[in-house]
T-cell receptor
Framework: EAGVAQSPRYKIIEKRQSVAFWCNPI?????LYWYQQILGQGPKLLIQ????????DSQLPKDRFSAERLKGVDSTLKIQPAKLEDSAVYLC????????????????FGEGSRLTVL | AQSVTQLDSQVPVFEEAPVELRCNYS??????LFWYVQYPNQGLQLLLK??????LVESINGFEAEFNKSQTSFHLRKPSVHISDTAEYFC????????????FGAGTRLAVHP
């Protein structure tokens, strides 16, 4: 079975520019996550989708970050404009579901998209 | 507030020695507990988990962790490590109810030396 696909793997931009990351989850997985992992820190949840609806975006900086999951499959995370502190690895993960009866706690992660903001 | 703390940022150890990576959490509700591992140049993957039942859980490669509710801990142990265990280990907690948001600790870098 194919894993979680992310692109691009690496991106270097100047501050105030924009960038977009794409994620294709494992087929059939209802839940999709975007995490931000800054060097030396653990992954921080930015946004969690259940199918194509947002169930948690409490830590998403909404003045510059946006995310969507059209048709409940692929997802795009956008940063506009980027700041120096946005330099991080952006991890996409998926899981079969989080509602009662489906939750296993196992998230399947992609390899991440490494962003460097200069 | 709900949180998870990994007490050691780095743990150096010699091959075949035992190791313990510590994890504590703070929560007023029931929790699910996990250890994820990230090998060099690879993505995060689940190592083991506690959802319910026996408080001692094991992985296929010899790691084990014990859920201690009174001490709010979920420490990871291995009696004899290998060079191939060198990786970053993340403790993660999900608080029951709602959409089971998964919160990660800051990670512990395990470096196994020959």
């Amino acid at each position: 079975e194919a894993g979680v696909a992310q692109s691009p793997r690496y991106k270097i931009i100047e501050k105030r520019q924009s960038v977009a990351f794409w994620c294709n989850p494992i087929s059939g997985h209802a839940t999709l996550y975007w995490y931000q992992q800054i060097l030396g820190q653990g992954p921080k949840l930015l946004i969690q989708f259940q199918n194509n609806g947002v169930v948690d975006d409490s830590q998403l900086p909404k003045d510059r970050f946006s995310a969507e999951r059209l048709k409940g499959v692929d997802s795009t995370l956008k940063i506009q404009p980027a700041k120096l502190e946005d330099s991080a690895v952006y991890l996409c993960a998926s899981s079969p579901g989080v509602l009662a009866g489906y939750f296993t706690g196992e998230l399947f992660f992609g390899e991440g998209s490494r962003l460097t903001v200069l | 507030a709900q949180s998870v703390t990994q007490l050691d940022s780095q743990v150096p150890v010699f091959e075949e020695a035992p190791v313990e990576l510590r994890c504590n959490y703070s929560s007023s509700v029931s929790v699910y507990l996990f250890w994820y591992v990230q090998y060099p140049n690879q993505g995060l993957q689940l190592l083991l988990k506690y959802l319910s039942g026996s408080t001692l859980v094991e992985s296929i490669n010899g790691f084990e962790a014990e859920f201690n509710k009174s001490q709010t801990s979920f420490h990871l142990r291995k009696p004899s490590v290998h060079i191939s265990d060198t990786a970053e280990y993340f403790c993660a907690v999900s608080f029951s109810g709602g959409y089971n948001k998964l919160i990660f600790g800051a990670g512990t870098r395990l470096a196994v030396h020959p």
